[in-house]
């Protein structure tokens, strides 16, 4: 018979022809291995950036609340100390006695050593401003010998020199405090451009997070679906399909994956052994039937060599028809038992062959369907490892968010603590001003009394000039009545009682005036000591005006901590949410594995269909042909029907 036109072809080019080829190549046991491998792969990159971009958001946290704003506050404290030290300097040039000028230098010596401390701190939290820091720390050394002069002097009790000198130390403390300033409202925008910086980079990791866990997921659970189908479900299926048109006697088929080296590979060598013995019976049986013709024309043998031979084939089709119709019922422990003579015995051993070939694959691939559910169970253990992962890095997250709302909580307290010192110093500022006034007041209430007591002074000089003309008048008036004799006794009395009460009146006067003089020279020293603490307090209101101004960026700045921990702790809850995504693609992945082992029970049943033991008996129920209607059709292809 000739070859039939060529049939359908079952197996199709996947998407990946070259990935395909390659697959084939492999033992169904190494597909799911590669397989595991490559969703383990997916998983571990997925955790492991997710873990470095934590621990890198966690350490620039960490930089920015603990070591740059704490060396932030420390520059902030230069200001206030070099500012207690030019106070304490002050105060040591109006003290009036030695104890209280050694209180001041002590006071100036403690604050000098805590504002280097601070300029030392701040200088190890503030790297990057290793050069401005170090012209601050020049500028503060010149500051510091200045004011080391002033106190220096007024220890010796060189007042006037120590007064000259803090005139010249006044405008360099005054020029450091601004240099100092700038520097500090340079470092708060610093800090908030950092928290800026700090929130959109975690915003950016918590997408890149959700788009790479989404890639990975889709991806294991697309290798998986292709393999499956592509490299186990679909050539079985297209090889199962060229057994039926074997069984049902079409050998024109086409079998398929031949070029494979896995299990399939074998079961398609096999099934062409099949193919190959079902053409030479049929040539055989052509051959047969043409050389019995030819004998009988030629040699016109007896019809019981016509028989022998009839009986012979007719036993050689039953055989082979009985064996073929176990094979399509799916029985691959069916052999032929009969004993073939002649050229008949080569086909019963290849049959026999053939079939035993079939039967190894089919182990192979029953052992294979075995891997496969391992594998799938193990994947399933793998993804329900990742979702337990996931749950406890959501359970950080959430540990993590709750310790930043505490510590946005903390810091909001701060800013309102230093709202409250504000206002206070504020305040303070306001009473400082208000005692300045008060000292302008008595100021110009000693200025007035100095000027009463001056003219206090010159009306008693005046009086002493009335007693001392008073006392001259009487002195002459005694004279004359001394010349008048009798007559002018009464009167010269009266003149001598005159004179007396003019003497008592010029030493009053002079006392009075002494003690005048003495209260001038003790008002003179008020009103230089009143001038000195009216220049002390002018000096402390600008100093408590500065100190205003300081806590005042400190509150601003402490609130842009606030908002900016507020920012993070935004971006560290939307992690939470990603995490939480995660978990829920972990759990799709998990559903993916249940699919493949769906299709791993179908590949089951597929394999189950066949009997590969000797031992008991395996049908197929609803298959196609009985054993008498499969020997018929042999027989008929046997004849050349």
Request: contains cysteine.
């Amino acid at each position: 018979m000739s070859n039939a036109a060529p049939t359908r072809e079952i197996e199709r080019d996947g998407c990946f022809p070259g990935a395909e080829s390659a697959l084939n190549n492999l033992k169904i046991s190494t597909k799911i291995a590669v397989l595991v491998l490559f969703l383990g792969l997916i998983c571990i990159a997925v955790a492991s950036y997710g873990a470095l971009r934590i621990m890198s958001v966690d350490a620039a946290y960490s930089n920015l609340t603990d070591v740059r704003a704490k060396a932030q506050s420390s520059l902030q404290r230069v200001n206030r100390s070099v500012s207690q030290m030019s106070y304490s300097a002050a105060m040591g040039i109006i003290a009036s006695d030695p104890k209280s000028v050694a209180e001041e230098t002590a006071n100036y010596q403690a604050a000098k050593a805590k504002t280097y401390g601070y300029i030392d701190k701040a200088a190890r939290g503030l790297p990057d401003y290793a050069s401005e820091l170090a012209v601050l720390r020049r500028d503060l050394d010149k500051v510091t010998a200045a004011l080391d002069n002033v106190v220096q002097l007024s220890g010796q009790g060189r007042e006037a020199e120590a007064r000259e000198a803090m005139k010249l130390a006044r405008p360099m403390v005054s020029d450091y405090s601004k240099a100092n300033s700038a520097l500090v409202d340079r470092g708060v925008t610093d800090m908030a451009r950092a928290s800026d910086d700090l929130t959109a980079g975690a915003g950016r990791t918590a997408r890149n997070l959700l788009i790479l866990a989404g890639l990975g997921v889709s991806a294991g659970v697309g290798a998986a679906l292709w393999m499956s189908r592509a490299a186990i479900t679909r050539p079985l299926t297209a090889l199962a399909n060229d057994m039926r048109r074997l069984a049902d006697g079409d050998l024109d088929v086409r079998v398929t994956g031949q070029g494979r080296r896995d299990e399939v590979g074998l079961m398609a060598g096999a099934v062409q052994v099949f193919k190959d013995n079902g053409l030479r019976a049929r040539a055989l049986a052509a051959d047969a039937e043409r050389l019995k013709a030819e004998a009988d024309l030629a040699n016109g043998q007896a019809e019981e060599q016509r028989r022998a031979n009839a009986a012979e084939q007719a036993m050689v089709v039953k055989a082979l028809a009985g064996s073929l119709s176990r094979l399509a019922e799916g029985d691959l422990t069916a052999q032929i038992d009969a004993d073939f003579q002649g050229q008949y015995a080569q086909i019963k051993a290849d049959f026999n062959a053939a079939v035993e070939s079939l039967r190894t694959a089919m182990n192979a691939i029953s052992e294979s369907t075995s891997g496969i559910r391992g594998g799938s169970d193990e994947i399933a253990v793998a993804s329900s490892d990742l979702s337990r992962r996931t749950e406890q890095q959501a359970a950080n997250l959430e540990e993590t968010a709750a310790a930043l709302d505490q510590i946005t909580a903390t810091v909001r307290a701060s800013a309102d603590g230093a709202r409250q010192a504000s206002e206070a110093a504020s305040q303070a500022r306001r009473d400082a001003a208000n005692s300045g006034k008060v000292m302008q007041d008595a100021v110009s209430a000693m200025v007035e009394i100095e000027e009463s007591s001056t003219q206090i002074t010159n009306i008693i000089g005046v009086i002493d000039e009335i007693a001392f003309q008073t006392n001259l008048l009487a002195l002459n008036a005694g004279v004359e009545a001394a010349r008048a004799g009798d007559a002018g006794k009464g009167f010269a009395v009266v003149a001598q009682e005159v004179r007396a009460l003019a003497q008592r009146s010029a030493e009053a006067a002079k006392e009075i005036k002494a003690l005048i003089a003495g209260s001038s020279a003790h008002v003179s020293r008020g009103v230089q000591l009143v001038g000195d603490t009216e220049t002390a307090l002018s000096d402390i209101v600008a100093k408590v005006a500065e100190i205003d101004g300081l806590v005042s960026r400190i509150a601003q700045s402490s609130q842009e901590q606030a908002t900016g921990l507020n920012q993070v702790n935004i971006a560290v809850n939307q992690m939470d949410q990603v995490t939480q995504q995660n978990a829920a693609m972990v759990e799709e992945a998990t559903a993916a594995v249940s699919n493949l082992r769906v299709e791993t029970g179908k590949l089951t049943n597929l394999v189950t269909r066949f009997k590969i033991q000797r031992q008991g008996s395996a049908s197929r129920p609803g298959a196609g042909l009985t054993v008498a209607q499969r020997q018929d059709r042999v027989a008929a292809f046997a004849r050349g029907a």
